[in-house]
């Protein structure tokens, strides 16, 4: 899938997600075709997440230097992408097996911690955007691990393992 499809894939995703947000309640698929829509939706939030990660993780494991600027771009947005999260899960797909998903049922069982944890990405997202816009390298690194920890707490309980 491309960049300009995963955009369009999401800005479409936020406005289901927004109606049925203001609905408050998880919807169930009711066909394997609306399963494969929100999944895909999905991913495509987590494709973007993954690539504006990469060079976050490469500075963390110390192969590249700490790019504040860069870190600013990229952490400012992972938390407005982090923020969608909990609106891509609005549509329970469990059940709906065509379409390779990482997703546990927990994130179903339990929306308030999923929701919790989207929101801690979105936190330590925020706070490394502004380490970065200090330009304080060692700053920049310290804020960086936050990401980390929170895209692993939720990885822990809501993916399956790879």
């Not at 993780?57 to 947005?77: F, S």
């Not at 490394?128 to 980390?148: F, H, N, V, Y």
Request: aromatic share 4%; hydrophobic share 45%; glycine share 8%.
């Amino acid at each position: 899938m491309n960049r300009l499809t995963r955009i369009g894939t999401v800005a479409a995703l936020a406005a289901v997600s927004t109606l049925a947000a203001s609905q408050g309640a998880v919807t169930k698929a009711a066909s394997q075709a609306e399963a494969d829509k929100a999944i895909n939706a999905r991913q495509a939030i987590f494709k973007d997440l993954k690539d504006l990660n990469a060079p976050i993780g490469e500075m963390l494991r110390r192969q590249k230097p700490i790019d504040p600027a860069l870190v600013a771009t990229n952490a400012a947005k992972i938390a407005e992408l982090g923020a969608k999260i909990p609106a891509a899960y609005l549509v329970d797909t469990r059940g709906f097996t065509a379409t390779k998903t990482g997703a546990l049922d927990g994130i179903w069982a339990s929306q308030a911690d999923f929701k919790v944890k989207s929101d801690a990405l979105v936190t330590a997202a925020n706070a490394a955007a502004e380490a970065g816009k200090s330009g304080d390298a060692a700053a920049t690194q310290r804020a960086l691990t936050g990401i980390g920890r929170a895209c692993g707490g939720c990885h822990d309980a809501y993916r399956q393992k790879e």
